[in-house]
Structures are given as structure tokens and as C-alpha cells.
């Protein structure tokens, strides 16, 4: 009798794993069908993903100036006159700072790799160094302004079509995400009654529970982020200018954009500064890591846990470990985005066991009796 069993779930399992095989295998072939289906999504995701992250950072300003007693619209109209004051002020300001610096950059990388040689060359009579092998790597490096331009200009050429592509959803992406940012805004609110009504009336005050969970910890996260990576790119860029670094602007918004990465990001963002160091010297580069470190301290025990922290309570392996398989699936998008979603996820599981937990406890009344009550 045992041994039937085991041959029918053997049988059963056998079937199964044939069957999902065999869906695979058909939906492969007939992947074409699919093909514009997916081009829809992947245009549409990108607007929605940015006029959400605006939603949830700009939101808790609604509701604030509604407070004040100010109109939806009204708040809406003001929040768009700042941001769109904060764009003008971006490109008349930093975006000329940006390309200046960028030039001087692009410019200046013969003589940088000459000097990085030259002090290759010197630290050469370390055996640490010599194991290292950086200075073969160095040396095949040849920087020639007037090839790379023509490499760029080549490449410019062959891959015309493909720029007009990004151009143009680009230009798409500008002109729809702030419809859809307006429209998030104005009936946002609107969103849990309609939830709502797909569900029992018991369950109206547990939807707008973990839809408000779901919208703090968001806007929390998302703000928090915003002030991280200010605080982080705009004392940068003052340590830089105080240790008397070059491109200082240019290597504190590649810091400053670099933290939207948890834990990662800092890493990431000295590479270029160290790259500019060590063409100066030991002691250029030693002063740049004490920047780096001071900053990155005054973040951890000041910012982050008062900002972020609070909001999230997620240990950092798990995070390293988020970071890790998101940024191998997809990519940078996915070392961003793997952060709130498991918030939200964690916020919202922890929710549902809060409340599973509640109703396991509470005593169950016994059903009443049809024939007592009838003799009653």
C-alpha cells in the first residue's frame, strides 16, 4: 500500500515537472508574441517608477500644506512652481559647473595617466606592488585626445538610430511624468476607498492600515535618501575644497549620486576621486580617504539612523545580500529598487502576522444553539 502511494506521488510530481517543461518550451518558441507586450511595460516603467518616487517624496507636503489649510490644487500648483524653480536653478547653476569640470577632466587625461605612471613607477620597488601587477596594466593604457575622439564620433555615427530612439522616449519620459505625478497627487487619496470596495467591510480598517505602512515607510525611505545623498554629495564636495582636491564639484555630485546605493555606494563614489589622487601623490589620496571616512561617519551616526533607519530596521547583511542578487537580475535599476521593495514587502508581511497573531488569540464565541434558542 506504501509503496503505491509513493508510486502515485512519484507519478503526480513526474507529470507535473513534464508539464511545466513543456509550457516552457512552448512559450520560448512563441516568445514573439509576447515581444510587445513587454516593449509596453519596459516604456511605461520607467515614467511610472519616477513620478512614484516623486509621489511618495513630495506627498507628505500635500497633506502638510492641507494642514494649513490650503486646497489640494492649491498645494499641487506650489509644489510644482518649487520643483520647476528647482530645475531652472539646477541648469543655470550646477549643470554649467558639471560640463565645465567634465571637460576639464576629458582634457586633462593625458597628463593625469603621465603622472599616474610616474608615480606607478615609484611605488614599483614595493614587492606588494610588484605582485599586484597594476604596472603592466598601466603602461598598456594610451590616452589620446584626438583618437578618442574620433572613436567617439565613430561610434556616435554607427549608433545614430539607437541615440533618436533614447532621445525620444526620453522626451516622452520628460513630457509624461509630470502628468502622472499631477494626477498621483490630485486622487492618490483616492486609492484605498477604491481598494476597499473589493473587499468586506470587516476588512476596510486593515487595508487602510497597511496602505498608510506601505506610504510611510516609502516617503520615509525615499525622503530619507534624497537628504542622504545631499548631505553626502554637499560636504564632499566642501572636504574636497578643503583639502584643495581638483574637479572637487565634479568627484562630490559623483559621491552624492553614488549614495542612492545602500552601503555600496560610498565605494563606489571614492573610486574616481582616489583615480585623480594618486596622480598628485600619496598624501593627496590619504586626505581624500579622511574625507571620505568623516563624511561617511557624521552619515552613519547622524543621518542614516535618524532619517532611514528608523523606517527601515533591516539588518545590513540583509541588505548586502538584496544588493547583491537584484544587481545581478537587473542590473543598476535593481540595486536601487531592491531596498523599498523589500520594505514595503517586510512592512506589509509583518502586518498580516500582527493581525493573524491578534485573531488567533482572541477567544472564539461558541455558535449559538438553533434548538435551545427555540425553547427559549
Not at 77 to 100: D, E, K, R, T
Not at 339 to 345: D, G, I, K, Q, R
Request: glycine share 8%.
Amino acid at each position: 500500500m506504501f509503496n503505491k502511494i509513493r508510486q502515485s506521488k512519484l507519478m503526480f510530481w513526474s507529470v507535473e515537472a513534464l508539464v511545466i517543461v513543456a509550457l516552457i518550451i512552448g512559450l520560448s518558441n512563441i516568445s514573439f508574441v509576447f515581444a510587445p507586450v513587454a516593449t509596453f511595460f519596459s516604456t511605461l516603467l520607467i515614467p511610472i517608477l519616477a513620478a512614484g518616487f516623486l509621489y511618495y517624496l513630495f506627498n507628505p507636503l500635500v497633506k502638510l500644506l492641507g494642514k494649513l489649510h490650503i486646497p489640494r490644487n492649491g498645494a499641487i500648483a506650489i509644489i510644482f512652481l518649487a520643483v520647476f524653480g528647482g530645475i531652472v536653478f539646477i541648469i543655470a547653476a550646477v549643470i554649467p559647473n558639471l560640463i565645465n569640470q567634465i571637460s576639464q577632466l576629458i582634457t586633462s587625461l593625458p597628463s593625469m595617466f603621465r603622472k599616474l605612471r610616474a608615480f606607478a613607477e615609484q611605488a614599483s620597488r614595493y614587492n606588494w606592488y610588484k605582485q599586484l601587477g597594476i604596472q603592466n596594466y598601466i603602461n598598456s593604457i594610451d590616452i589620446q585626445p584626438a583618437k578618442m575622439l574620433s572613436q567617439v564620433l565613430g561610434g556616435f555615427s554607427s549608433g545614430l538610430p539607437g541615440i533618436i530612439g533614447s532621445v525620444a522616449g526620453t522626451v516622452i519620459a520628460v513630457i509624461t511624468i509630470p502628468v502622472l505625478l499631477f494626477y498621483m497627487l490630485k486622487d492618490g487619496h483616492l486609492l484605498v476607498p477604491s481598494v476597499q470596495k473589493f473587499f468586506p467591510d470587516r476588512y476596510a480598517d486593515e487595508i487602510a492600515v497597511v496602505f498608510q505602512r506601505m506610504s510611510d515607510t516609502l516617503s520615509h525611505y525615499i525622503a530619507g535618501q534624497a537628504i542622504e545623498c545631499l548631505f553626502v554629495g554637499t560636504f564632499t564636495f566642501i572636504g574636497y575644497l578643503i583639502i584643495g582636491m581638483p574637479y572637487a564639484f565634479l568627484l562630490g555630485f559623483i559621491a552624492g549620486v553614488c549614495t542612492i546605493i545602500p552601503y555600496l555606494g560610498p565605494y563606489i563614489g571614492i573610486m574616481p576621486a582616489l583615480g585623480v589622487a594618486f596622480t598628485q601623490g600619496w598624501q593627496k589620496a590619504a586626505l581624500v580617504v579622511i574625507v571620505v571616512i568623516i563624511v561617511q561617519m557624521t552619515d552613519g551616526n547622524l543621518i542614516y539612523p535618524n532619517v532611514i533607519g528608523r523606517s527601515l530596521d533591516i539588518h545590513p547583511l540583509t541588505i548586502i545580500i538584496l544588493l547583491l542578487m537584484a544587481g545581478n537580475l537587473w542590473g543598476l535599476l535593481g540595486t536601487i529598487l531592491a531596498v523599498p521593495v523589500y520594505a514595503v514587502l517586510k512592512t506589509v508581511l509583518t502586518y498580516v502576522l500582527e493581525l493573524y497573531r491578534f485573531h488567533r488569540s482572541q477567544p472564539q464565541l461558541p455558535e449559538p444553539n438553533d434548538d435551545s434558542e427555540l425553547k427559549k
